[in-house]
């Protein structure tokens, strides 16, 4: 009976074309659904760690909106952070916002064209105002690049926003409240940019520094934005928080390329230098929505009180207060004549000026909405250029 058996399934076997899986190809055929489980694992375990890196920015702006990336802040007003304006920066951008303290680190103190030889070793944002020791109570100390101007050392580039406005690795806003009692607050929202590209008139570029403090300020009234001042050059204009384009409820800034003047729309704007002899139209800003930076995402956070001029770190008590109180210039003095990076003026403007002052200079306890000075304080009610 056996041997029958063992010759009916041999025969059947025979009949059957389709070869019978051996124990060997059923371990194969095993191993083979394995290897592609762990496959599946693994892929989406890379997927996951280059998500959670940032590098499929598409999947994280779908889990990350504005406002759930928005900076929450404690010891500070948060209505400070929720209207905060945006910035398109124009899409011809090569001087992009800058890391605050990367200036200190690319530049030496200088007065007079010599450097201050026992500046504190390292000078850094928190002890920067030991400077006001020198040259003229620090008003004369200006912080001069290491790298000549022309060689273009990278640092002064800055850093592009990512696809959240956020400037990587760079602290490039100080935001400063100063309350004004009776619930009136002015925010100031301070812009750094490393290089200031000036206009270029009759194929003259003019004006070109290093260092640039340019600003918006809201005046809010019991946490509600009621005016808003866009600084250009000199001067600047001021509108209705109504009048102004808002993403939501923030609202939008458009700096322009290279001068970084702020405006309220994109498109081409005639600006006048302050006592300049140019004819109106010759120097002309251009705004465009080229990269959105959301300053709020990497900025420092301090509160001014108007009575005494003190500054002092708002929110969690870490931004460096030493960069408020420094009274000189975040950038080259202006070079002489005798220079020849500079060389001659052309119509009484030079390539290269002197760098800027700091933010306690941006008349920070202002009467009204424009800063205080002879210059009358239109508030528009309608956009424009
Ligand atoms: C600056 O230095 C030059 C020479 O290096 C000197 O003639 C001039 O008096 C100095 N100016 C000041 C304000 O110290
Ligand atoms: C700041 O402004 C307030 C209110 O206008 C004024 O009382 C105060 O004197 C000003 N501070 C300074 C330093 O001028
Ligand atoms: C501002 O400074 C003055 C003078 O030092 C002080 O009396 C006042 O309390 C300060 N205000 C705040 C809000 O700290
Ligand atoms: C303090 O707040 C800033 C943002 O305002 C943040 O970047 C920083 O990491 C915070 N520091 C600490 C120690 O929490």
């Given at each position: 009976m056996e041997t029958m058996h063992e010759l009916q399934l041999e025969k059947g076997s025979h009949h059957n074309n389709t070869p019978r899986p051996t124990e060997l190809a059923l371990t194969k055929r095993r191993n083979i659904w394995t290897v592609l489980c762990y496959q599946t694992i693994s892929l989406l375990a890379i997927i996951y760690f280059l998500w959670q890196h940032g590098f499929l920015t598409f999947a994280r702006q779908t889990v990350c909106t504005r406002a759930d990336c928005a900076l929450q802040v404690t010891n500070f007003p948060q209505y400070v952070i929720d209207y905060a304006p945006l910035v398109w920066l124009d899409e011809d951008e090569t001087y992009f916002p800058s890391d605050i303290s990367a200036q200190v680190e690319n530049t030496h103190p200088d007065v007079n064209f010599s450097t201050i030889v026992d500046a504190p070793d390292p000078l850094t944002l928190d002890n920067?105002?030991?400077?006001?020791?020198?040259?003229n109570k620090g008003f004369d100390v200006f912080l001069t690049s290491k790298l000549d101007v022309t060689t273009n050392p990278i640092w002064l580039e800055g850093v592009v926003p990512d696809s959240h406005g956020k400037t990587k690795g760079a602290s490039s806003c100080a935001i400063i409240i100063n309350d004004r009692g009776s619930g009136r607050v002015d925010a100031f929202y301070m812009y750094f940019y490393a290089y200031n590209q000036g206009n270029t008139v009759l194929f003259h570029e003019l004006g070109d520094h290093i260092g640039d403090w340019e600003h918006n300020m809201i005046r809010f009234q019991d946490g509600k934005p009621e005016t808003m001042w866009f600084s250009q050059h000199g001067n600047g204009q001021a509108f209705t928080y109504d009048a102004v384009e808002k993403e939501d409820i923030r609202p939008i800034s458009y700096s322009a390329a290279g001068s970084h003047a702020n405006y309220a729309i994109a498109g081409s704007h005639d600006h006048s230098i302050p006592d300049a002899n140019l004819p109106f139209g010759f120097l002309i800003d251009h705004t465009s929505q080229g990269v959105l930076w959301d300053p709020t995402l990497n900025a420092y956070l301090y509160v001014y009180n108007g009575t005494d001029r003190s500054f002092s770190a708002g929110g969690?008590?870490?931004?460096?207060v030493g960069a408020m109180n420094f009274k000189g210039q975040w950038g080259d003095q202006q070079y002489p004549e005798s220079d020849p990076k500079q060389g001659k003026p052309f119509f009484g403007f030079y390539k290269y000026v002197g760098g800027p002052t700091g933010p306690?200079?941006?008349?920070?306890?202002?009467?009204?909405?424009?800063?205080?000075?002879a210059i009358r304080c239109i508030i528009r009610t309608i956009r424009g250029p």
């Open positions: 920067l105002d030991a400077l006001n020791k020198y040259g969690n008590g870490t931004s460096p306690w200079n941006k008349g920070l306890n202002r009467t009204l909405t424009c800063p205080d000075n």
